[in-house]
T-cell receptor, first 112, second 114 residues
Framework: DQQVKQNSPSLSVQEGRISILNCDYT??????FLWYKKYPAEGPTFLIS?????DKNEDGRFTVFLNKSAKHLSLHIVPSQPGDSAVYFC???????????FGEGTQLTVNP | ETGVTQTPRHLVMGMTNKKSLKCEQH?????MYWYKQSAKKPLELMFV???????ENNSVPSRFSPECPNSSHLFLHLHTLQPEDSALYLC?????????????FGQGTRLTVV
């Protein structure tokens, strides 16, 4: 039973345009959500997070939106840059615990 | 330098071998984790340690044996593995439980079982 799903295995966008990566979850106990970025041959690195008490969190070019009623979150990258090309993982956690449940990842390719 | 260091980066082992993966974190964190990443699958949590004590074993086969001698070091002992165990094994650490405690990952060990 996969509780965090990223239905798009890949996404390709043009440099300078917006990248939108989507994530859905099923467990209503999740109340903290994170995005990680992973380059080949490296471990995932933390990018941005959002608590369930918010519906938006912004950090520079990255914004995460949370729709609790739809159990959906999205990561917006604008403007997209070639260096953003990586696999992006969505993850979720319950406040009471430390374990992260990850999605399958979305490979983002930003074309120059 | 991510603060979480894993060795070796690559490992090829036979099904009858015994090997160990090592993880060390320099961040002063209290929680450490082993994750497995297989091709086209989500990261799978294997084990969680908090303050050196194992708090979670996610139904991992006994051919994987973790060891956490202190809050800074975590090992994964491997024996009689199967080819399907070939994967990227990631170690992570976090300050502890609760919101805001993002996990920091090492670069992983790429394991190939032949």
């Amino acid at each position: 039973d996969q509780q965090v799903k990223q239905n798009s295995p890949s996404l390709s966008v043009q440099e300078g345009r917006i990248s939108i990566l989507n994530c859905d979850y099923t467990n209503s106990m999740f109340d903290y959500f994170l995005w990680y970025k992973k380059y080949p041959a490296e471990g995932p690195t933390f990018l941005i997070s959002i608590s369930s008490i918010k519906d938006k969190n912004e950090d520079g070019r990255f914004t995460v939106f949370l729709n609790k009623s739809a159990k959906h979150l999205s990561l917006h990258i604008v403007p997209s840059q070639p260096g953003d090309s990586a696999v992006y993982f969505c993850a979720a956690r319950k406040t009471s615990g430390s374990r992260l449940t990850f999605g399958e990842g979305t490979q983002l390719t930003v074309n120059p | 330098e991510t603060g979480v260091t894993q060795t070796p980066r690559h490992l090829v082992m036979g099904m009858t071998n015994k090997k160990s993966l090592k993880c060390e974190q320099h961040l002063g964190h209290n929680a450490m984790y082993w994750y497995k990443q297989s091709a086209k699958k989500p990261l799978e949590l294997m084990f969680v340690y908090n303050f050196k004590e194992q708090t979670e074993n996610n139904s991992v086969p006994s051919r994987f044996s973790p060891e956490c001698p202190n809050s800074s070091h975590l090992f994964l002992h491997l024996h009689t593995l199967q080819p399907e165990d070939s994967a990227l094994y990631l170690c992570a650490s976090s300050p502890g439980q609760g919101a805001g405690t993002e996990a920091f990952f090492g670069q992983g060990t790429r394991l190939t079982v032949v």
